[in-house]
């Protein structure tokens, strides 16, 4: 009756399509008439619309042929293993949605709300985009390793923009960091309020993370990424030393040299 043209515009598919559908199995390809032509019956018609139907639905097309010989009990579970299966599909493409969303979120990729606000409060004091990616690039490192712990540290982060000695010490790194000069003399004024900062923290007792302190690996890759980040950093650790400290996220008191 119909042509492989006519067949493909009445069931809303492509001759490719059709021609596909015959070389994996789908619809059967009839023989040639006494013309020469293949011509198809009402029946591929419907099986064809049901192939598209299947098709566009999300069903692979190496699973049509077996629903379409299926009773309607099998085509019914496979309907719903299917609906399942996008069920799944769909999930994973609304979480990748989330994902890509954050990209284009700046901070906010792969950090809490409250990192994200701290960050906002170090660019108000005044710290530079570069101190700000060496401090976002941390506290990813930081919400990884204790992503139900990360949001207690930041209080007191906070707390420490209010000492203007801290603020300094951000204003000091970013004009270090955001020139190519090494500048020993701001580099040893750094390491002085950090010195200072630490000698407070150590007699206070302020340093206290609980079961984060025995955890070495964080901090050795928080170390690690600064050294990365710029060479002077390891001249700024070297004067931290020479002050009876070692480390840089993390500074411990350094065993005094026997006399």
Not at 22 to 47: F, K, N, T
Request: charged fraction near 30%.
């Amino acid at each position: 009756m119909l042509t492989i043209g006519q067949l493909a515009a009445y069931a809303g598919v492509t001759v490719r399509a059709v021609r596909h559908y015959h070389q994996i199995g789908l619809l059967p390809e009839p023989e040639r008439d006494a013309s020469g032509y293949r011509r198809y019956p009402a029946a591929a018609v419907v099986s064809l619309i049901k192939i598209r139907t299947l098709a566009d639905a999300g069903v692979p097309l190496s699973r049509i042929g077996q629903m379409l010989d299926a009773d309607a009990a099998a085509f019914a579970e496979a309907v719903q293993r299917i609906d399942s299966h996008l069920r799944d599909e769909i999930r994973r493409l609304e979480t990748s949605r989330r994902q890509i969303a954050q990209l284009a979120a700046g901070d906010a990729l792969a950090l809490p709300p409250e990192v994200v606000a701290y960050l906002d409060r170090l660019r108000e004091i005044g710290a530079s985009e570069r101190i700000l990616e060496g401090e976002r690039d941390g506290w990813i490192l930081l919400a990884a390793r204790w992503p139900d712990r990360v949001r207690e540290f930041i209080p007191g982060k906070v707390a420490q923009l209010d000492d203007p000695r801290v603020v300094r010490l951000y204003r000091i790194l970013s004009e270090i960091f955001d020139s190519d000069a090494a500048d020993d003399a701001r580099l040893a004024e750094a390491a002085d309020i950090m010195a200072c900062l630490a000698e407070q923290a150590y007699t206070c007792g302020e340093v206290d993370l609980g079961e984060e302190t025995y955890d070495d690996l964080p901090h050795e890759l928080l170390d690690a990424l600064a050294v990365e980040s710029d060479p002077r950093v390891q001249r700024l650790v070297d004067l931290m030393r020479e002050r009876g400290w070692a480390g840089w996220n993390r500074m411990e008191r350094l065993a005094a040299p026997p006399e």
